[in-house]
């Protein structure tokens, strides 16, 4: 968490209308999406005037996400996004700890602004861009790390459905629906305030993981397709060839089938997935 210091320093900015970015990595994740819009609605709660930039689109199965139609797609309107990027009083970070993942294009213009910027994000070694870093690789997901920021600052009960349903899908997509190491008893905790907050779960979950369009139908089937079972040494291997055109590109789907196909997208991969040995 950041120090005492610096939550009273951003208690105090936050204080007075800004205007304020937020800005997530390229190819947007639920974590990404669900923290950067989690934490606009709490701004615009505060009377900030606040903007979502998003480096690229952003998956189909995230549009249902609220205000997520309003988010400002960089590669796409540059003459919108440059200018705000520009006159932002402070721009938040979120889901990324060094500006190259935001793309080329992107990264050159965050590295041409002098606007104070607020990092927050879970992944390792942070690169030291931003005046203020929560950092913390503890955490399963930034979804989590900006509901304790908000509750840091004192503004839980500003939590609302909408909020709380951003944040839920963070969570739920980074922890792999609560199975991965990192999922924890404040993890359960935080969840549990989000649904008292008004979450629907199990509307949430099957708007994630339960919608199949045509293209990720066919991606599924040509995973299968190239499915191999050596059970002489207990492992499944799928090896998929992905092309960036082909079922409308890897970054509209899941992570449920994301698992199985690399995010280098012009390159055979084969990925592993250790089987039990069958008892004698």
């Given at each position: 968490m950041l120090s005492t210091t610096?939550?009273?320093?951003?208690?105090?900015?936050?204080?007075?209308?800004?205007?304020?970015?937020?800005?997530?990595?390229?190819?947007?994740?639920?974590?990404?999406?669900?923290?950067?819009?989690?934490?606009?609605?709490?701004?615009?709660?505060?009377?900030?005037?606040?903007?979502?930039?998003?480096?690229?689109?952003?998956?189909?199965?995230?549009?249902?996400?609220p205000n997520a139609n309003?988010?400002?797609?960089?590669?796409?309107?540059?003459?919108?996004?440059?200018?705000?990027?520009?006159?932002?009083?402070?721009?938040?970070?979120?889901?990324?700890?060094?500006?190259?993942?935001?793309?080329?294009?992107?990264q050159k213009v965050l590295e041409t602004l002098s606007n104070p910027?607020?990092?927050?994000?879970?992944?390792?070694?942070?690169?030291?861009?931003?005046?203020?870093?929560?950092?913390?690789?503890?955490?399963?997901?930034?979804?989590?790390?900006?509901?304790?920021?908000?509750?840091?600052?004192?503004?839980?009960h500003l939590i609302n459905k909408d909020v709380a349903s951003c944040l839920y899908t963070g969570i739920v997509t980074d922890s792999g629906s609560f199975r991965f190491p990192k999922t924890t008893p404040q993890t359960h905790q935080c969840v549990a305030d989000l649904i008292d907050k008004g979450v629907n779960n199990s509307e949430i979950h099957n708007l994630l993981f339960d919608n199949s369009s045509y293209e990720r139908l066919q991606l599924l089937g040509k995973a299968l397709q190239n499915l191999k079972i050596l059970t002489a040494i207990g492992w499944i291997i799928f090896a998929i060839g992905i092309f960036h055109d082909n079922c409308g590109g890897v970054s509209k789907y899941p992570p449920i089938i994301m698992v199985m196909i690399s995010r280098n997208l012009w390159l055979l991969k084969i990925l592993k997935v250790h089987l039990r040995r069958p008892k004698k």
């Amino acid at each position: 968490m950041l120090s005492t210091t610096e939550l009273t320093e951003i208690q105090s900015l936050l204080s007075t209308p800004k205007k304020i970015t937020i800005v997530c990595h390229r190819n947007p994740d639920g974590d990404a999406m669900g923290s950067s819009l989690g934490l606009l609605l709490f701004l615009k709660q505060l009377q900030h005037q606040v903007t979502f930039i998003s480096p690229n689109e952003y998956p189909d199965f995230l549009a249902w996400l609220p205000n997520a139609n309003q988010t400002v797609i960089f590669e796409r309107e540059y003459d919108k996004a440059l200018p705000l990027l520009q006159n932002s009083d402070y721009i938040f970070t979120l889901d990324f700890n060094a500006l190259h993942r935001t793309g080329d294009a992107m990264q050159k213009v965050l590295e041409t602004l002098s606007n104070p910027m607020i990092m927050i994000d879970h992944h390792q070694l942070p690169d030291s861009y931003a005046k203020y870093t929560f950092s913390d690789v503890n955490y399963g997901s930034t979804c989590q790390m900006v509901y304790d920021f908000i509750n840091a600052l004192g503004y839980n009960h500003l939590i609302n459905k909408d909020v709380a349903s951003c944040l839920y899908t963070g969570i739920v997509t980074d922890s792999g629906s609560f199975r991965f190491p990192k999922t924890t008893p404040q993890t359960h905790q935080c969840v549990a305030d989000l649904i008292d907050k008004g979450v629907n779960n199990s509307e949430i979950h099957n708007l994630l993981f339960d919608n199949s369009s045509y293209e990720r139908l066919q991606l599924l089937g040509k995973a299968l397709q190239n499915l191999k079972i050596l059970t002489a040494i207990g492992w499944i291997i799928f090896a998929i060839g992905i092309f960036h055109d082909n079922c409308g590109g890897v970054s509209k789907y899941p992570p449920i089938i994301m698992v199985m196909i690399s995010r280098n997208l012009w390159l055979l991969k084969i990925l592993k997935v250790h089987l039990r040995r069958p008892k004698k």
